[in-house]
């Protein structure tokens, strides 16, 4: 597949230039699929190669000389240049049965295990997403975190790395003083069990607004959070009891999302470890004791704290940071991972920025394996409109529903706002998660038809419509389009890959009978079509979204 055809391409250019074959290799790209004319198959830009050694001349003569000097072959048809690049037509039966039979022998795995990715695989990856905190509002910030780390996970571990998926629960804090303080006065446990989210915000928001004017139950709920910090066996069992109902909750949640995940361990893991930290950070003389007795590490290069981090509240208790900072020091000795990865909506930038520059401080040469990745907000979508509109009886509806809010989701660069429109991402043509069910289903209703046979019996040779063609060029890319979103972490590449690979397969569809064919061109015909639905299916998985079968 892609990766034989580079090599072939590479050994021939490496041999002219007397370059490392392997290097050439990595520069051979597949050219985008052209909607009116058949396009070559792969494409060398000079540019890739560096610099040339005779200056004197330009890009574009350089491609004309290289292509002067190579030949066709069995495997290349015809060379070409398209301005400063050689352009490589692969032999169209040798394509197609390469491409197909590759397809069809790999599986899901399919341009997930090839040569492009030998840098990119065989680590350790720690994604930590989704976050909610309990008995507050499991925003939409939550939502997209949620599938925008499972996709980041799932692509990760796609291409062979050990994947940790973490939730870092916002398990901690004084909204358990409230809880606990007012649960007595607005809570029930008969409603707890039955809804647990809805029942522990609703006594939230009594209990706080209550404390606003009555002083007694603000007390009560310091006293409460006190109570739990110092261990106090009571306090603590309905701490417990909140959480593991939540956890359960939130469970149910991600299951319809698809999304999964190793590790529950929240800020209340961290609170007695971020004490360490502050001894930690004492005796290496980095905390500094501000006025208001305050805790705050310098983060300026001058050492003059023009900025600042407070790590300490005046009682010296920990805060969001310090705990940050306690689980990043965890995760690293506990997984020691390559890499650490968080998903956050882009307000908590500068908190990454800050606890990556603490670790660094701290003397933790790990620090440039943290990332932060930043999305941007949703305007216009209520968490319980989608709740209600994903409320439906049927496994297909929902499938169906939450392709629309992934792909809505991620057609954009995720660091942009956007405004979300259920009406739009409902629709069944256009570029929607509807559309890509729709397309895998049309595709596999055509499975009926299948009888399975050895794919050495297939008449590849059949297999010469543009269309097909067109679609097989397309396949050929699918890795690259990979690589490029494992490169700057956005799916976007994939959505726009997955909606041409459904609009060329509708077309193909359109154009490729199978009922009225003969039973050699209808087998062919139908051994394509399902090698795009492998890609199509294993594509969108990547995204997070579970394909349909009939709809
Ligand atoms: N619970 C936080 C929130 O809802 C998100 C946690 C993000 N992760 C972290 N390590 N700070 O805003």
Partial sequence: MAWHFRRVIAEQVARVLGLPSERVAHCIRTVPVHRKHESPDFQLFMTSLGDPIDTSINHEERAQ???????CDSVISDIGTARASVT??????????TVLQQISKDGSIYGLNTELFSGLSGRKTVVEYSSPNIAKKFHV????????????????????????????????GLQFGLLGAGFSKFGSEEELVVNPLQHLFEVYVKVNTAAEEDKDIKL???????????????????????????????????????????????ESFYKEKSQEVLKQLESNGLLQKTDKGTGVVDLSEEGNLSSYSTVMRSDGTSLYITRDVAAALD?????????????????????????FKILKILGKDQADRFQHVP?????????RR??????????????????????????????SDYHFDWDQALQSTGDTGVFLQYTHARLHSLQALWCSRDTDDIDIASLREPCVIA??????????????????????YLVTYLMSLGHLANVAHRALHVKRSSSEAAHARLFFFNNVRMVLSSGMKLLGISPVNNM
């Fill in 375 to 383: 999305f941007g907000l949703v305007k216009g979508m209520k968490t």
């Fill in 88 to 97: 490589f037509k692969i032999n169209r039966d040798l394509l197609t049965r």
């Fill in 331 to 355: 995760r690293l000795e506990r997984y020691s991972f390559d890499e650490m990865i968080y998903v956050t909506d882009k307000s908590q930038k500068n908190h990454f920025q800050q606890l």
């Fill in 471 to 492: 679609t097989l060029q397309h396949l050929l890319r699918y890795d690259e389009v990979i690589y490029k979103c494992l490169e700057d972490l956005q799916p976007r």
């Fill in 65 to 71: 000389q290289l292509a002067g000097k190579l030949v």
């Fill in 220 to 266: 009560s709920a310091q006293e409460f959070l006190r109570r739990l910090e110092g261990g106090d066996p009571h306090a603590l069992s309905l701490w417990m009891h909140f959480r593991d109902l939540s956890i359960q909750e939130y469970a149910k949640v991600y299951k319809r999302l698809g999304a999964h995940f190793d590790d529950y361990s929240g």
């Fill in 141 to 172: 910030g939550h939502l997209r975190s949620t599938i925008i780390g499972n996709f980041i996970a799932n692509l990760k571990q796609a291409v062979g790395n050990e994947v940790i998926r973490i939730n870092y629960l916002g398990d901690w």
């Fill in 386 to 415: 989608a709740s209600k509109q994903l409320e439906d009886p049927s496994d297909t509806a929902e499938k169906i529903g939450i392709a629309a809010l992934i792909v809505q989701d991620f057609k954009g660069q995720l660091l």
